[in-house]
């Protein structure tokens, strides 16, 4: 059994950073491809960053293109989102995603392990 565990949501205001984590237990991130989705308030949930196996093949989607960086630490069994340049309409519930592929872009059907969540909130 996978579990993910996101960490490092908060409050801060527009023009700051936060870094979110999300630790992988009961198994370990081999050949797992991995992505952060985000929800809105009354919105769907939407594709943000997604990162290969090896970290070698990374996306975003076009609205965090450049502000935000994806990355991971397969000996720690951590994947991480630093956040820069927030702005308030990246407040929501950022959640973590693991596939059973080593990568997976930005479907949210092709991931089978997810987390419960982490609010982050941008004040104006």
């Known amino acids: 059994q996978v579990q993910l565990v996101e960490s490092g949501g908060g409050l801060v205001q527009a023009g700051g950073s936060l870094r979110l984590s999300c630790r992988v237990s009961?198994?370990?991130?081999?050949?797992?491809?991995m992505a952060w989705f985000r929800q809105a308030p009354g919105k769907g949930r939407e594709f943000a960053a997604a990162?290969?196996?090896?970290?070698?093949?990374?996306d975003y989607a076009d609205s965090v293109k450049g502000r935000f960086t994806i990355s991971r630490d397969n000996a720690k069994n951590t994947m991480y989102l630093q956040m820069s340049n927030l702005k308030p309409e990246d407040t929501g519930v950022y959640y973590c995603?693991?596939?059973?592929?080593?990568?997976?872009?930005?479907?949210?059907?092709?991931?089978?392990?997810w987390g419960q969540g982490t609010q982050v909130t941008v004040s104006s």
């Open positions: 990162i290969s196996w090896t970290g070698g093949i990374v």
């Open positions: 995603a693991a596939a059973d592929s080593s990568y997976s872009g930005s479907r949210a059907l092709s991931y089978t392990y």
């Open positions: 009961g198994r370990t991130l081999s050949s797992k491809g």
